[in-house]
Structures are given as C-alpha cells and as structure tokens.
C-alpha cells in the first residue's frame, strides 16, 4: 500500500504575519498539506513569528521553516523557538535547516559547514528531548522540552545529501523532479541512512521544486532563467547537466539584488541572465527541474516523483515577493483531482 504524497506550499513572509495567516488558512481549505515558510532576515518578515500567526489560524495543516539556519540563530534558540510553535500548533510543526545561503550571504556570514549542520541537528535534537547539552564547558538543558519535532535538512550536493540521510529525519531535496536527478538524490540519502546504520526507509523526501499551470511552457519557461543561473552558482553545476545543461555563470551578477534565486527587479533579472541561460536551456530545466506544464503534465510528474521515493513535495511559485495565490488556485482546482494517488 502506498503512502499518500503530501503536497506543500511555500508562503514567504513577504506580509505582515496576519496576512500570511490567512493565506495559510486558505491553503488548508484548498486542500495542501504543508505549508513552508522561509527564513531570511532581511529579505522577509520573522518566519517564527509568521509560523506562529499560520499556527493559531490554522488546525490541520502542518507548518514548517524552510529552511531555518544555525549560523544567524543559535541552535538552543530554535530549540526553543520549535518548542512554542509546536506547542501553540497542537504538534503540526517540522523544522527545515539547512546551510542558510539567503540568510546568511547578505550580512557577510558564510554558510554552514557539514560540522555546523551535524552538531547543530544533534543540539536541536536533544535539547528537545529534555537532554543536557555542553556548550563551551557549560552544561545546559531545556526546561519544558517537547520532543519527538521532526528534523528536516535541505540539500543539494552528493555530501549533502548523505549527511541528511545519516542524521535528519527528513531530506529536502533541491536538485530537480526529473526521474534521473530524483532517483540520484535519493540514492544518496539511502546511502546516507545505511552508512549511518539507519533504516532507509524511515527518512523522509520532500522534492522542492518549482511549479507553474500553463499550456505554453516555451513562453514561460524563460521566468526560470534566474533560478537556473542560481543553482549553477551555488555548486549544482554537475545536477543540471544531467539535463544536458551546460552554463557557467559568474559569482555575481552587477545590478541583481540581493541575488539571482530572490532577485527584487525579476524582469532584470530575466534579462542579465539570458547571457548565459538560453530559452533551450530554459526549457530543459522547466522539464527536468520544475512541475511546468499543463494539469495533467503535473499530475503525471507528481505521481513519477512519488514512485521514485518521494513522501511529500514542496511546491514554490516564481518570485520572493509576492504570496502564491494564483499558484494555490490553479493547482487545487486543475491538479488535485487528478491526483488518484493509492492510499
């Protein structure tokens, strides 16, 4: 018997929290089963803060950062931070972390390394189970613990990817939907797992990926440029060759802020990056990477996604400053009843 495929929706905290509650509210009526929030400082709003709004309107959805850091928040601060959302929400929240590349970079901080992301897991970790936890000499530990809060680890690169696999409970896969980039990604959060002496099976994959309801995907697929740019920047050069993509983009991009992925001028964005993504190489990574297409492409790719080991799939729309509400409507009304997913 299948696990039914749970379908999530990023909402960025591009409003005040209120107003990202009711969009909360209004994916739990359409029918999503996640919601994930980002955590950029200076991009949005607080993601705890809005998650905490999304909790008290909210009564069946699950909540979720995605993804949260430990560099800009010490790990005994989200512990407690998980702590109250899990409380006000009645247990519905799961914790995304991962290196903290829009958190961290604009403030001049460096990402997390494999060793931050290791011992910050096992910190979070056990100061939810009520456990003592050194830090520098001081031994320390939380006063009402909530345990049992999964633990999520975004990743991308072959490292990566093992390591989610060895000490999360979940793997947010960012390297693309297609059967080959998929089945790949979840080979190493297997291999992870079994290195680890863990069973496989019981770690989670959630597939990030882009989505977009159209019947041209030639003319829209151009939107993608700045996020396929993005991805060959931050070390995914060897995924999107895989769909035969071949680019090489510079470091920075002069003009586009504060980077290609969460560019504010978009259309600029569109534009700088057509130097070195072709509407060909667009259209390659709509297909491979994203959920572009009619309803039934998506609904084909969504149930391929689940038979390549998927648990649930985290849906963003194009864009950092605006809430999805085209994207909720159109997927609801045109995808979900399509979806006859084996329960």
């Not at 209120?18 to 359409?30: K, N, Q, W, Y």
């Not at 999964?150 to 693309?176: T, V």
């Not at 309801?213 to 740019?229: F, G, H, Q, W, Y």
Request: hydrophobic fraction near 45%.
């Amino acid at each position: 018997m299948t696990t039914p495929l749970a379908i999530g929706i990023r909402l960025p905290p591009c409003e005040p929290a209120d107003v990202v509650a009711e969009a909360a509210l209004r994916a739990e009526s359409l029918g999503f089963d996640q919601i994930y929030v980002p955590d950029s400082q200076v991009l949005w709003r607080d993601s705890y803060l809005t998650l905490f709004a999304c909790a008290l309107k909210t009564s069946t959805i699950t909540l979720s950062t995605a993804v949260t850091n430990v560099v800009t928040r010490h790990p005994s601060v989200i512990a407690s931070l998980t702590r109250t959302i899990a409380e006000v929400s009645n247990g519905r929240f799961q914790l995304g972390l991962g290196v903290g590349n829009s958190s961290v970079e604009p403030v001049g901080l460096r990402p997390s390394t494999q060793a931050d992301m290791r011992d910050g897991i096992a910190t979070i970790r056990a100061l939810l189970n009520g456990e003592a936890v050194d830090f520098d000499g001081v031994s320390t530990w939380m006063r009402d613990p909530y345990p049992g809060v999964p633990i999520h680890m975004a990743a991308s690169g072959p490292r990566n990817l093992k390591l989610a696999g060895e000490i999360a409970d979940g793997a947010i896969l960012l390297s693309g939907i297609s059967p080959e980039t998929l089945s790949r990604s979840a080979a190493l959060v297997r291999a992870g797992a079994l290195e680890g002496g863990r069973d496989a099976s019981t770690v989670m994959l959630t597939v990030s990926t882009y989505c977009h309801v159209t019947n041209d995907v030639e003319r829209d697929a151009r939107m993608l440029k700045p996020i396929c740019a993005g991805i060959a920047q931050n070390g995914g050069r060897a995924a999107l060759e895989l769909a035969g993509i071949n680019i090489d983009v510079p470091p920075r991009v002069p003009g586009v802020y504060p980077d290609l992925v969460h560019a504010e001028d978009w259309g600029l964005a569109v534009e700088k990056c057509s130097e070195w993504v072709s509407d060909d190489d667009a259209v390659a990574f709509a297909n491979a990477f994203c959920l572009f297409g009619d309803a039934e492409h998506i609904a084909r790719g969504l149930r391929t996604a689940q038979s390549a080991g998927a648990t649930s799939v985290f849906l963003q729309h194009v864009g950092s400053y605006t809430l999805p509400y085209p994207l909720m409507e159109e997927f609801s009304h045109q995808v979900m009843p399509l979806l006859e997913i084996a329960t």
